[in-house]
């Protein structure tokens, strides 16, 4: 059974760095752009970062650019998110997604959750001030 595995949450104090990963098992993702999305309690889930299918361009939410950095290793089927100078604002629930109905897609990438149709359990992020 396929399944995306998300890591690397915890507590950090503002100002700190985590490191997210996103495994994949059960499927090669290694084809598909990937996302990630957090979702704050009582707040709409919302787009974080994305990434085309051969790394090659990325695309990220203005309170995020400077601070976060996606990546992917392909041979590891696992996508990253460097996190850097954490806010409290960034506390979240953490979710890795993948656009499997647009194979090796290159174009404009996506924001909206909906356009992501497979997801991770998603992993817990909180910076304390």
């Not at 996508?79 to 404009?108: H, W």
Request: proline letters at 2%.
């Amino acid at each position: 059974q396929a399944q995306l595995v998300e890591s690397g949450g915890g507590l950090v104090q503002d100002g700190g760095s985590l490191r997210l990963s996103c495994v994949a098992s059960g499927r090669t993702f290694s084809r598909y752009a990937m996302g990630w999305f957090r979702q704050a309690p009582g707040k709409e889930r919302e787009f974080v970062a994305a990434i085309t299918w051969s790394g090659g361009r990325t695309y990220y939410r203005d309170s995020v650019k400077g601070r976060f950095t996606i990546s992917r290793d392909n041979a590891k089927n696992a996508v990253y998110l460097q996190m850097n100078s954490l806010k409290p604002e960034d506390t979240a629930v953490y979710y890795c997604a993948a656009d499997t109905r647009r194979l090796y897609y290159s174009g404009l990438l996506k924001t909206n959750k909906w356009e992501y149709d497979f997801w991770g359990q998603g992993t817990q992020v909180t910076v304390s001030s």
